[in-house]
């Protein structure tokens, strides 16, 4: 056999063996820090050895997180390794976690600060923040700079100091035109503070299904949703948020209005204007979906705003998404309608509009919640009275928000339902468009990737958000020059590895070695 493959490389010329990098051993980040230093310096872990030790103020959150990370921190630990451990330099003994205040009330709103700095030296590496939330970041951070290979877990010697670029860092999930299971959302809120985010945006009714369990208006569910096991109970929905909060994450209820409302409809008909309708029982599509509530009736205003109330009692989050994009105005183009719009001396469908989203917001004003609305609301009513634009079309349109002093909100560039639009696109779209004036940089609040579930369910959501999403959570936390698509890449590929390795499903965009 020597004697052909010397004639295969007398012939051919000298065999090289294929250079395969492996992405499963860690030890980069994502999504990049403020400020990193590092160096060669390389310290050895053990996990039977090492510490973690909490020596400023604490909470169960804190307490919990700590919990999670001994094992995310060293994965694939199994004591039958043990004799088969390798050290390499200096042992790293304990991590000291440092927070300044917290206590066990707290709740991640908006503007929380999420900063901390970290020093990786031996024989004690150091955490510190000014909240739990900077810890739970930090602690993340730490568990992605441990390197794992051959039985080994090493560290570099480091020094970070970090802190998110945006306060609004979010992914949108549509439960509406599929429902998820309760398990996936906690599987996609694990994801997210793995990836640095921190507002999941619930949009969790729609036209299709109301799938949420109002204990005041019990029929919305009853007959709005699905089937009767697709409804999230309010127990469901205090554990997703507790859930979510232990990991640095607020919950964002959309309830849009006054379109996208037919299943409001199905079990008070009284709330919507009949227009369009299935072809089959298996047709659930958009234009069947979209039928518009009707502006003109005194008892839908009296509906909302007690089902606001309720609503406004189960989220802690200091926000409420309202929805009001795609009205469709021909469906208010009837006898009845036009005959109020007379009398009332309102002389379009978009003042109609306006005048019922002012109504909406004057009555929910009591609940102490800031209002965000897709950018129809912006472009359609006048004057905007709510607390932020969430723009989906284009750059322009938020550029004219915030040059009017509102503050904005990005999902453009990010849906996840364009499958053609790959990570990479995602990762060069800057929330603030270029030439933005310092002045009104800061109503730039962050940016949202969205979910949208026609296509979705259970069986591939997860595939579909990341790694795309992770793209949209560097650009959103990392500062403004981390832009390289090489590094990136290369990054990219090491933390979808360890995406994997803790359990989620994130799908591949290029020929490569894989994680497994």
Avoid at 181 to 209: C, F, R
Avoid at 347 to 355: A, C, G, H
């Amino acid at each position: 056999m020597w004697v052909a493959t010397l004639f295969f490389v007398a012939a051919f010329g000298q065999v090289h063996r294929l250079t395969v990098p492996d992405y499963r051993i860690g030890g980069s980040l994502w999504p990049y820090p403020e400020s990193l230093k590092t160096t060669e310096q390389e310290y050895s872990l053990d996990p039977t050895k090492f510490s973690w030790n909490v020596t400023g103020e604490s909470n169960q959150i804190l307490t919990r997180a700590v919990q999670r990370y001994k094992k995310l921190a060293f994965p694939n630990w199994k004591e039958t390794i043990l004799n088969a451990l390798e050290f390499h330099g200096p042992l790293i003994l304990s991590l000291t976690i440092d927070v300044a205040k917290c206590d066990d009330g707290d709740q991640i709103q908006f503007g929380a600060d999420e900063s901390y700095t970290l020093a990786i030296s031996a024989p004690t590496s150091i955490l510190k923040s000014n909240t739990v939330w900077g810890a739970l970041r930090g602690l993340e951070t730490f568990s992605q700079l441990v390197r794992t290979k051959l039985g080994a877990y090493t560290i570099r010697k480091t020094s970070i100091q970090d802190g998110p670029r945006f306060g609004w860092r979010g992914l949108l999930i549509d439960t509406s035109r599929h429902w998820l299971p309760v398990t996936s959302i906690l599987e996609t809120i694990d994801a997210m503070s793995y990836n640095k985010l921190n507002t999941l945006h619930w949009h969790m009714v729609d036209g299709q299904s109301f799938p949420f369990e109002s204990k005041v208006f019990p029929l919305l569910s009853e007959h709005g949703s699905y089937r009767a096991d697709q409804v999230y109970k309010q127990s469901d929905i205090r554990a997703i948020i507790s859930y979510a909060n232990e990991r640095g994450v607020r919950v964002l209820p959309e309830f849009d209005m006054p379109a996208h409302a037919t299943s409001w409809g199905l079990g008070y008909p009284f709330m919507i204007v009949p227009c369009g309708s299935q072809s089959n029982a298996d047709d659930f599509n958009d234009s069947w979906g979209d039928q518009p509530m009707d502006p003109t009736n005194p008892q839908v205003y009296e509906f909302i705003e007690e089902f606001i109330a309720e609503v406004s009692s189960l989220f802690p989050d200091h926000w409420l998404h309202l929805g009001g994009d795609e009205v469709p105005y021909n469906c208010w183009n009837t006898s009845s309608i036009n005959a109020y719009m007379k009398e009332h001396n309102i002389d379009s469908y978009q003042k109609l509009e306006t005048d019922f989203i002012i109504e909406i917001n004057k009555r929910i004003r009591k609940f102490g919640k800031h209002t965000s609305y897709w950018q129809e609301v912006f472009q359609n009513t006048s004057p905007f009275i709510g607390g932020a634009v969430d723009v989906w079309k284009d750059s322009a349109t938020l550029a004219s928000v915030i040059s009017k002093g509102f503050k904005a909100v990005q999902s453009f560039g990010w849906y996840l339902d364009h499958l053609d639009d790959g990570w990479e696109k995602f990762y060069s779209q800057d929330p603030v468009p270029s030439g933005t004036p310092p002045s009104q940089q800061a109503l730039v609040l962050g940016g949202e990737t969205s979910m949208w579930g026609e296509f979705v369910d259970a069986s591939n959501v997860h595939q579909r958000i990341w790694m795309r999403a992770a793209a949209v959570a560097e650009r959103l936390w990392s500062p403004a020059a981390i832009t390289n698509i090489t590094d990136a890449s290369h990054r990219l590929l090491i933390h979808r590895c360890r995406m994997i390795n803790r359990g989620i499903a994130s799908a591949p965009w290029a020929p490569g070695p894989g994680c497994l």
